[in-house]
């Protein structure tokens, strides 16, 4: 049995720089946490625990396309765009709703709204290999998409609000 230290996307997580720090990574911890009902993963670093949203090259081309995507998979990219989405609202102040479709095939769109504006829509594809290269590239992309969402917030104040 390999022990976390020595599992290289552990291993890879860890020495990456202040990636865990930031306010998303932080969210999309304490979801990952949420998910933990008997409490296994109590004593386990938050690196650890994110370890699993990194998928090297050589993860990503042994995947194949064709087929369902894997639940854990799927775990992995709705825990990603919730995090997303509890971050809008908290630097929003405003109620955020999420929707996520995807297709057997792998691709599918995610769309995030407040009662009457869509502050950001984006088409997925190849579902089936979702994970970052690092974990700084994981925060990297989230704290984007968050920006994102609030520029369009702060484009449309008085429709978001309404």
Same mark, same amino acid.
């Given at each position: 049995?390999?022990?976390?230290?020595?599992?290289?996307?552990?291993? %890879?997580? $860890?020495?990456?720089?202040? *990636?865990?720090?930031?306010?998303?990574? /932080? @969210?999309? +911890? %304490?979801? $990952?946490?949420?998910?933990? *009902?008997?409490?296994?993963?109590?004593? /386990? @670093?938050? +690196?650890?625990?994110?370890?699993?949203?990194?998928?090297?090259?050589?993860?990503?081309?042994?995947?194949?396309?064709?087929?369902?995507?894997?639940?854990?998979?799927?775990?992995?990219?709705?825990?990603?765009?919730?995090?997303?989405?509890?971050?809008?609202?908290?630097?929003?102040?405003?109620?955020?709703?999420?929707?996520?479709?995807?297709?057997?095939?792998?691709?599918?769109?995610?769309?995030?709204?407040?009662?009457?504006?869509?502050?950001?829509?984006?088409?997925l594809r190849d579902?089936?290999?979702?994970?970052?290269?690092?974990?700084?590239?994981?925060?990297?992309?989230?704290?984007?998409?968050?920006?994102?969402?609030?520029?369009?917030?702060?484009?449309?104040?008085?429709?978001?609000?309404?």
């Amino acid at each position: 049995m390999m022990t976390a230290l020595s599992d290289p996307r552990f291993t %890879r997580a $860890v020495s990456d720089d202040g *990636s865990l720090a930031t306010p998303f990574m /932080k @969210c999309l +911890a %304490r979801l $990952v946490r949420a998910q933990d *009902s008997y409490g296994l993963w109590k004593d /386990k @670093c938050d +690196a650890e625990l994110l370890a699993n949203f990194t998928v090297t090259e050589e993860q990503r081309r042994a995947i194949p396309i064709i087929g369902d995507p894997d639940p854990d998979v799927l775990l992995r990219l709705d825990l990603f765009y919730a995090a997303v989405g509890v971050a809008i609202e908290e630097r929003s102040g405003l109620l955020i709703s999420r929707t996520l479709e995807i297709s057997d095939e792998g691709i599918g769109r995610v769309l995030f709204t407040t009662r009457r504006l869509v502050v950001l829509s984006k088409t997925l594809r190849d579902v089936h290999r979702f994970g970052f290269n690092t974990l700084g590239k994981c925060a990297k992309t989230g704290t984007k998409l968050i920006e994102d969402a609030i520029k369009s917030i702060e484009a449309y104040p008085d429709v978001a609000r309404a």
